[in-house]
């Protein structure tokens, strides 16, 4: 057989082609990019089919990966190189704060300059961080430790100094996403400083009219504001036509651009402390943008970004293709599924809802027994970051839903099933895992993918009427769930509260976390804020007073926009909270109250570790009960109060659940 030289030419391309494909970086370099993207030895090693010993060879050097994990792996890593850049060599080593000073003196990090005519700092800036902290004498104080002199007196040059002379911003979270932008927060100084009030008169719209100085003067200068506009989160960019963004980011902190509800007292930290626990967040989360709902759900599309460049073989143009399991463009609800206010809920009947919400049930007072009313203590558990939990591995909807008439139930399909549950039996001392309020069903109603999947895995098989599927599935929330878990662990780690503790050591520790460091307490309540506005984001009501019902509104538009996936995560958290709770039953432990992620039990004494059983061999927590520690899932003690004060409690009709964690706690948990 003979060879034309095309032939040959293209087989040796394909083969230089292949080596480029499958090279691999050095191996502390494979270990730095794996621990950098937060995955661990066993979860690339089980991703790969391989052993974790495997992974710990080809990160030492000891043996190379073989096809055909060989390819797979470089892929993995090729993926992470542009998301996690190596330091510079020439990076300075963090420096301590240093002092405030006032602008008379001159240094080479100074910008007195006027801004250059080259093009703004490229986007892969990690210089100094993703942030900065201004003060209103000329300070800005950087997550990294250090300070720049910051001569600018308008808004216009806040802008241009923080583009071309602050080496501000981070790196993108997915190959296809984009970098973030430059942060700059105000603090109350720099507010007034910049000609802007401390407070925003329009409480309404929390925005600047558009003929405040501040904003005509940006208009002047060429720049513009999103449709939010000047509030307490205003974005001001300039349209370009090359691939450099312009785009700062301010956060105005007078104006409560950081509640105290998400992230505790950090608005009262001193510039340098509120610079370091933003980057902190900043670098485990992501650079903020908006309230911590807001970031959730911002995170979301940043770690699963709809489009990709997908070049065109005909023509040789590029064109945005789609992302494999992201949410790529706007769906509408199936008709249970719509909250009231949508155009698809008008004249719906109150029987035709999705009704997939948290617990919050109370067992009735008359079947407390007389063992359980002569115990001391009610004592409180919480599940850790429990929405967060439930997003791992859930399979949720990714195309438009469509509609079927006596489907056979598939709990690997998402969507929701009108199905009759009223005839499966319950234990009054348990809430049911049906509804939210706990009571059993009296008749057919709508359930989420988890919630009939759970009546199943009970032993039970309800055949659905009718379900509104989507066919189009993935595990969108996974990365989401990754990175905010080890957001959390990292955070609760910096506060005393690792994972190698066991139960006694953990409850001791979680009894002085939060004050530890009031910097990393704020990042954990942020974190934890995330996780359910996030959640919350996915289905996003009407906001003002002015909106019609059946009239659309602006959330719908985004892809984000998603009340199945809210309806999913609640639904499997909620099952699984009911799965630990009815294995604890079978060994005679009931609940007295249930309220989303909260339960309490009467025990003996005022730990859990006086209820929660252990096996008898090993000492070790019986398998499907309640766990100590600090992972998503696990539980952590919430409080301690009388049995006489719980049981008072619910013969007025209360839950002990929703009061557990009070001043009066014999010992508070977080």
């Known amino acids: 057989m003979t060879y034309e030289q095309p032939d040959l030419f293209a087989a040796v391309d394909a083969l230089l082609a292949q080596a480029e494909l499958d090279a691999l970086p050095d191996p502390h370099e494979r270990r730095r990019l794996r621990e950098a993207a937060g995955v661990d030895e066993q979860q690339l090693a089980a991703t790969l089919r391989v052993s974790t010993q495997d992974v710990e060879a080809w990160e030492s050097g000891r043996a190379q990966p073989r096809p055909p994990q060989r390819a797979a792996y470089a892929r993995f890593l090729d993926a992470l190189a542009p998301l996690h850049p190596p330091a510079p060599a020439h990076a300075p080593a963090p420096q301590a704060p240093a002092a405030p000073r006032k602008p008379a003196a001159t240094n080479p990090t100074s910008a007195q300059a006027p801004a250059p005519a080259h093009p703004a700092v490229p986007a892969q800036r990690a210089g100094h961080g993703p942030l900065a902290v201004l003060d209103g004498d000329e300070n800005a104080y950087l997550s990294d430790g250090t300070t720049l002199h910051c001569p600018a007196t308008t808004l216009s ?25 430059p942060l700059i927060v105000l603090t109350a100084s720099a507010t007034t400083r910049f000609g802007l009030p401390l407070l925003l008169e329009d409480r309404r719209s929390l925005r600047l009219p558009d003929d405040h100085p501040a904003v005509t003067e940006l208009d002047r200068e060429g720049w513009q504001l999103t449709q939010r506009g000047f509030g307490p989160w205003p974005r001001i960019y300039r349209p370009t036509s090359s691939r450099q963004r312009q785009c700062v980011q301010l956060a105005i902190l007078p104006w409560e651009a950081f509640e105290a509800r998400s992230w505790d007292n950090i608005a009262s930290f001193p510039p340098a402390q509120l610079a370091q626990a933003l980057g902190d967040y900043a670098h485990r989360v992501l650079t903020p943008r908006g309230s911590t709902a807001v970031n959730g759900q911002e995170l979301m599309t940043a770690l699963r970004p709809p489009t990709r460049p997908v070049k065109d073989p005909a023509t040789g143009t590029w064109h945005p293709g789609h992302v494999p399991g992201s949410l790529t463009a706007p769906r509408p609800p199936a008709p249970p599924e719509a909250p009231a206010e949508h155009p698809t809920a008008i004249d719906r009947h109150d029987s035709d809802v999705l009704d997939e919400e948290a617990y919050d049930w109370v067992r009735d007072p008359d079947l407390i027994s007389e063992r359980e009313s002569a115990q001391p203590f009610a004592v409180g558990l919480d599940i850790n ?25 598939d709990p690997k399909t998402p969507g929701c099933w009108l199905a009759d549950l009223s005839h499966i039996p319950q234990d009054p001392r348990l809430p049911s895992p049906f ?45 989401w769930y990754t990175h905010l878990r080890n957001a959390y662990v990292q955070t609760m ?98 609940p007295l109250a249930v309220l989303s992620d909260c339960v309490v039990y009467p025990s003996d004494g005022p730990s859990p570790l006086d209820f929660l059983p252990l096996m008898p061999d090993t000492g070790l927590p019986l398998p499907g009960t309640f766990r100590l520690g600090v992972s998503p899932g696990m539980a952590k003690h919430e409080g301690t109060q009388p049995m006489s004060w719980a049981a008072a409690l619910l013969r007025e009709g209360g839950n002990p659940a929703r009061h557990i964690h009070g001043p009066d706690a014999v010992q508070q948990g977080e």
């Open 157 to 181: 040059e806040l802008v241009n100094f923080t583009l071309h002379h602050t080496h501000l911003g981070a790196s993108r979270l997915h190959r296809y996403g984009k970098d973030a932008d």
């Open 385 to 409: 970051t429990a929405f967060l939990a439930a997003t791992n591995g859930l399979t949720v909807g990714l195309g438009p839903a469509t509609h079927v008439s006596r489907p056979d139930f």
């Open 435 to 479: 509804t939210p309020d706990g009571h059993p069903p009296q008749q057919p109603a709508w359930y989420a993918t988890p919630t009939l999947a759970y009546a199943y895995e009970l032993g039970f098989s309800p055949e659905p009427l009718q379900a509104w599927i989507r066919r189009e599935s993935g595990p969108y929330l996974s990365p």
């Open 493 to 590: 780690a910096e506060l005393g509260v690792t994972t190698d503790l066991d139960a006694a050591q953990y409850l001791d520790a979680m009894t002085r976390h939060t004050q530890q460091d009031s910097g990393q307490a704020a990042v954990l309540r942020a974190i934890k804020a995330t996780v359910k506005g996030g959640i919350g984001k996915l289905r996003e009501r009407p906001q003002g007073a002015h909106h019609q019902p059946g009239q659309p509104w602006p959330a719908l538009d985004r892809p984000t926009w998603r009340p199945d996936i809210r309806a999913a995560v609640i639904s499997k958290a909620r099952t699984n909270m009911h799965r630990k709770i009815q294995k604890l039953a079978a060994v005679g432990h009931y």
